[in-house]
């Protein structure tokens, strides 16, 4: 029997969900400094643009998050949970060392049968599971998938390390991805180079009953900025020229959301208005794997990003990892 695979995958619905507890900058400065930790809500927001970030309460998952973003996204798409055929969670912070957080979310959905599995690739997570997830349609090797960002950086942040722990935040995205006639997704871009392992990284391992190493994240932060801008306009001109299109085409860029110099930065190197830039960094900190989806929903569900805009998604981190996504939502 011959099988005709679709030509394209297409987003069909998007989903988030931020934990409850918010913490403004000055929460955190208060709490910071309680063991001695000077921070501010000047220094924060003149750096990084972040103002608030939602933090999970203790013993909530990233499966936990994941759970309503994907519902959430289930429902925008008009899509059963038992018509998904693939998940790929995007995550660095796991529910465990295996199984994966893909497969405990299956379960949370109530289905089974399906591939699952998660993928890791840092903040350029979300670029990384889409862009697997739109080849894996193409080839008829799944149907349905949903694509998920989910993460609990709180877990691994060092909260006496001011250079680090008031840059990021928990919470999780999804999108349903599903075979489609017409684009969709138009164009994917993904690069690594670990020779830069060392600049962002969580270096602790699991051994012996024993975690080997420091189980907290560490960054440097100005090697990190010098190197994202860099690569970010090159992966977008990339995935622009893949597309046959060009700066002038993008209704709307969406960035991994860790600084707003950075995006400034994206946006002016693309020639682009800073009112076609996406911005959630604001309210959710650095999110990493989850803060493409976590921006794209809030876009969507806030009536700027609507169907048949041209969408340029991009990340980057730790890995070092960066990647693009064009797509005609
Ligand atoms: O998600 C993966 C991608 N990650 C990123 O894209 C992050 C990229 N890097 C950055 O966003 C920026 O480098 C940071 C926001 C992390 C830091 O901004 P910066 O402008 O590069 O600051 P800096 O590291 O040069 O630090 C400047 C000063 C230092 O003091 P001195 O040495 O000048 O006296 C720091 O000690 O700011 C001080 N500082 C702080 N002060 C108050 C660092 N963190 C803080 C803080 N509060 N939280």
């Not at 180079?193 to 600049?199: C, K, T």
């Not at 699991?206 to 970010?232: E, I």
Request: net charge negative; hydrophobic share 45%; charged share 15%.
């Amino acid at each position: 029997m011959s099988h005709k695979n679709p030509p394209y995958s297409r987003i069909l619905g998007t989903g988030s969900f931020l934990p409850p507890n918010r913490l403004t900058n000055a929460d955190l400065a208060a709490q910071l400094a309680k063991d001695g930790v000077e921070t501010s809500d000047e220094w924060i927001v003149g750096r990084t643009g972040i103002h608030a970030r939602h933090f999970a309460a203790p013993g909530v998952t990233a499966s936990d998050l994941a759970l309503p973003a994907a519902r959430a996204a289930l429902e925008a798409a008009g899509v059963a949970a038992s018509e998904i055929d693939l998940i790929i969670v995007a995550t660095s912070t796991p529910d465990m060392v295996f199984p994966s957080t893909a497969c405990l979310l299956q379960h949370k959905l109530g289905i089974a049968g399906g591939a699952a599995f998660d993928l890791q690739a840092v903040c350029s997570g979300f670029i990384y599971a889409l862009s697997v997830a739109d080849s894996m349609i193409k080839t008829g090797a799944a149907t349905k998938a949903l694509v998920i960002g989910a993460e609990v950086f709180s877990r691994i942040l060092d909260f006496k390390d001011r250079t680090t722990c008031v840059l990021f935040g928990d919470g999780a995205g999804a999108v349903v991805l599903g075979a489609s006639q017409t684009p969709g997704i138009l164009a994917t871009d993904l690069h690594a180079d670990g020779s830069h392992a060392g600049i962002l990284c969580v270096p602790g391992t699991v051994s012996g009953g024993l975690v080997l190493g420091s189980p907290l994240l560490t960054m440097d932060g100005q090697a990190v900025f010098k190197l994202a801008v860099g690569v970010l306009e090159k992966t977008a001109r990339a995935v622009l020229d893949k597309a046959g299109l060009t700066d002038a085409d993008i209704d709307w860029l969406i960035p991994h959301q860790a600084n707003l110099r950075i995006m400034h930065s994206t946006a002016k190197k693309l020639k682009l208005p800073l009112d076609k830039l996406i911005v959630t960094v604001d309210q959710h900190g650095n999110t990493s794997a989850a803060s493409i989806p976590l921006a794209l929903d809030h876009a969507v569900r806030g009536g700027q990003v609507k169907p048949g805009d041209t969408v340029m998604l991009e990340g980057v981190g730790g890995g070092f990892t960066w990647g693009a996504v064009l797509l005609n939502f």
